[in-house]
């Protein structure tokens, strides 16, 4: 089992930064990708961006050049930096991890919310 815990949302400007954070605990040992999602009211959840054991990353076409994910092995921790806030970036953002040495799990955080004024 593993434990994902988000940090860091809030009330952010128009333009501005915001950066979140996810710390994993429990067995941590296998975990490979973790990414980021996020739902707005009235949407689908959609990735953000996610960061694979491998290192490679992947932005959705709407943050690309704005957000950055960075992981530190070390504390099992993934950020999101979120630049150049838009309005339509308001939404709960949700950490994810996919976990498991032989059997491959998904894991969620519980949300936080992210909420940008234009």
């Known amino acids: 089992q593993v434990q994902l815990v988000e940090s860091g949302g809030g009330l952010g400007q128009a333009g501005g930064s915001l950066r979140l954070s996810c710390a994993a605990s429990?067995?941590?040992?296998?975990?490979?990708?973790m990414g980021w999602y996020r739902q707005a009211p009235g949407k689908e959840r959609e990735l953000a961006a996610a960061?694979?054991?491998?290192?490679?990353?992947y932005y959705a076409d709407f943050v690309k050049g704005r957000f950055t994910i960075s992981r530190d092995n070390a504390k099992n921790t993934v950020y999101l930096q979120m630049n150049s806030l838009k309005a339509e970036d308001t939404a709960v953002y949700y950490c994810?991890?996919?976990?498991?040495?032989?059997?491959?799990?998904?894991?969620w955080g519980q949300g936080t919310q992210v909420t940008v004024s234009s």
């Open positions: 960061d694979s054991s491998g290192g490679s990353k």
């Open positions: 429990g067995d941590t040992t296998c975990i490979s990708a």
């Open positions: 994810n991890a996919e976990a498991g040495c032989e059997v491959e799990y998904e894991y």
